[in-house]
Structure formats: structure tokens, C-alpha cells
T-cell receptor, first 115, second 116 residues
Framework: NAGVTQTPKFRVLKTGQSMTLLCAQDMNHEYMYWYRQDPGMGLRLIHYSVGEGTTAKGEVPDGYNVSRLKKQNFLLGLESAAPSQTSVYFC??????????????FGPGTRLTVL | AQKITQTQPGMFVQEKEAVTLDCTYDTSDPSYGLFWYKQPSSGEMIFLIYQGSYDQQNATEGRYSLNFQKARKSANLVISASQLGDSAMYFCAMRGITSGTYKYIFGTGTRLKVLA
């Protein structure tokens, strides 16, 4: 099993450009998440999904859109990139577990730079 | 609102000694889960240990243990017999259970350096 994979691993954009980050998981997990990690701020939740066809906003959703058309894929879109979106983006997935120990499995991250 | 606080930006520990990384939390959810993750310099996030709020015993996983003090709302990670490979960033996280929220809240992390 590949676990959680992210495409691309690195990307440089110019301000105003758009792009889509792809997250794929092969563990049949219901829940999927997009985070951004900035120095000194830990991981902040952008958007998440509790199942195919459903998405919800996290802590810092502005400037991002997401889609979950297939259970195994979770896409993060930047319509008009801004330098403030320079960050490392992590995708994660988890499954419902009775008792709550539903650890998240993380992808390797995507390093995005917006010039 | 949920909140996780890690007050130690950086810690040093001598190899083979034990170290405690602090984590305090705030939540109105009567049932919740607490997680610790490790992020080495290579960048991946590695799950270490989980503690449920109604678990009677503190969680342990090998050299990792969680010092859970519910009344004080703290969930400190204890690493025994530190190894050079333990040098990494460590994140505490929480998820509410009763509320049905599927969101996780992370702390800002503690960078641990193990000295030879």
C-alpha cells in the first residue's frame, strides 16, 4: 500500500496563477484533510471531508477550494495564488474508530512557493 | 472552542536521558482524544501515541508515554532513554469526540534536540 500520496512535491507559482494539489489514499479512509504548515504556527486545517461528495471549511479556508469526487482523492485548489499562500501543504486521512483513536495518516507534503 | 498549547519552542536533552514535552489543552467537549506526532527533518508526520479522555490508564508505546492529567488539562509526552534519532519536531493534537467534530487542532510544536 502506498498510504497517502501527494502530487506535486514541489511547485513555484507566480502571484495570480492557479494550481491544484492532488491527494490520494489507498486505505479506504472516510475522512480526508488539507493542512498548511508555516514556521512557528504548527499545522492549520484548511478544509476537510467526511466522505465522498462532502467538504467543510477548516480554520484557514480563504483562498482555497476543495473537491472530493472520489473517496480516495481529495483535491486542493488555489484559484489565484498569493505570496501568503507560500507554505508546506499536508494531506491526511483517517477512518472512524469506536473510542476515538482515529490517528491521521499524512502524506509527504507539498512545498509551494508563490512569488 | 478547542485549543492546544505547547509552551516549549525548543528543548535539549542528553542522549539516554528522559525528556518531557509539555502540552496543555482546552475544550468543552466531555469526550476527546489527544495525539502526539513526530516530524523529523525529512518532513513526514509520524503518529506516536494516543490518549482518550476516558482512558483509565496513561498511554504507553515503547519509549513513549503520555502523562495525562485530566483535571489540569495536560497531556505531556515523556520520551525515555532518548536517542539521537529522537531529534525532531513534536506536535500535540486534539480531536473532540462527543461533539462529533472531525477536526483536529494542533499545537505549534516543540523542537527537540538530542545531544550526544
Amino acid at each position: 500500500n502506498a498510504g497517502v500520496t501527494q502530487t506535486p512535491k514541489f511547485r513555484v507559482l507566480k502571484t495570480g496563477q492557479s494550481m491544484t494539489l492532488l491527494c490520494a489514499q489507498d486505505m479506504n479512509h472516510e475522512y480526508m484533510y488539507w493542512y498548511r504548515q508555516d514556521p512557528g504556527m504548527g499545522l492549520r486545517l484548511i478544509h476537510y471531508s467526511v466522505g465522498e461528495g462532502t467538504t467543510a471549511k477548516g480554520e484557514v479556508p480563504d483562498g482555497y477550494n476543495v473537491s472530493r469526487l472520489k473517496k480516495q482523492n481529495f483535491l486542493l485548489g488555489l484559484e489565484s495564488a498569493a505570496p501568503s499562500q507560500t507554505s508546506v501543504y499536508f494531506c491526511a486521512s483517517s477512518r472512524p474508530v469506536a473510542g476515538g483513536n482515529n490517528e491521521q495518516f499524512f502524506g509527504p507534503g507539498t512545498r509551494l512557493t508563490v512569488l | 472552542a478547542q485549543k492546544i498549547t505547547q509552551t516549549q519552542p525548543g528543548m535539549f536533552v542528553q542522549e539516554k536521558e528522559a525528556v518531557t514535552l509539555d502540552c496543555t489543552y482546552d475544550t468543552s467537549d466531555p469526550s476527546y482524544g489527544l495525539f502526539w506526532y513526530k516530524q523529523p527533518s525529512s518532513g513526514e508526520m509520524i503518529f506516536l501515541i494516543y490518549q482518550g479522555s476516558y482512558d483509565q490508564q496513561n498511554a504507553t508505546e515503547g519509549r513513549y508515554s503520555l502523562n495525562f492529567q485530566k483535571a489540569r488539562k495536560s497531556a505531556n509526552l515523556v520520551i525515555s532513554a532518548s536517542q539521537l534519532g529522537d531529534s525532531a519536531m513534536y506536535f500535540c493534537a486534539m480531536r473532540g469526540i462527543t461533539s462529533g467534530t472531525y477536526k483536529y487542532i494542533f499545537g505549534t510544536g516543540t523542537r527537540l534536540k538530542v545531544l550526544a
